[in-house]
């Protein structure tokens, strides 16, 4: 299984960032795929999920309204469309696959991509 994250970037405050993840070696239809993030001396944390089979996603209170979560079947790739970026949005965000179970939890994804990083200055 391989988890291909890319997207990453230094932006300023108010602009956008795309982040994809490119999913190979698994049957998404199973999996829920998930966004999560890393601050430097934080603990990683959720940001949006979508279940690939029905389409159904969650989010972090913290970007409701602002992030984007969706899925391309053809291409095998989660996207996260991050608007209106704040200085706390910079992290390293990584991307995970979750057997059927749709969680805000690191310990309920079993595969993980390298993280890609995103900057934002203010």
């Known amino acids: 299984v391989q988890l291909q994250a890319s997207g990453g970037g230094l932006v300023q405050a108010g602009d956008s960032l795309r982040l994809s993840c490119v999913a190979s070696g698994i049957t998404l239809s199973y999996y829920v795929m998930g966004w999560f993030r890393q601050a430097p001396g934080k603990e990683r944390e959720f940001v949006a999920a979508?279940?690939?089979?029905?389409?159904?996603?969650g989010y972090a209170d913290s970007v409701k309204g602002r992030f984007t979560i969706s899925r391309d079947n053809a291409k095998n790739t989660v996207t996260l469309q991050m608007n209106s970026l704040k200085p706390e949005d910079t992290a390293a965000y990584y991307c995970?696959?979750?057997?059927?179970?749709?969680?805000?939890?690191?310990?309920?994804?079993?595969?993980w991509g390298q993280g890609t990083q995103v900057t934002v200055s203010s």
């Open positions: 995970a696959a979750s057997f059927r179970r749709m969680s805000a939890t690191t310990r309920d994804y079993q595969y």
């Open positions: 979508v279940d690939w089979n029905s389409g159904s996603t």
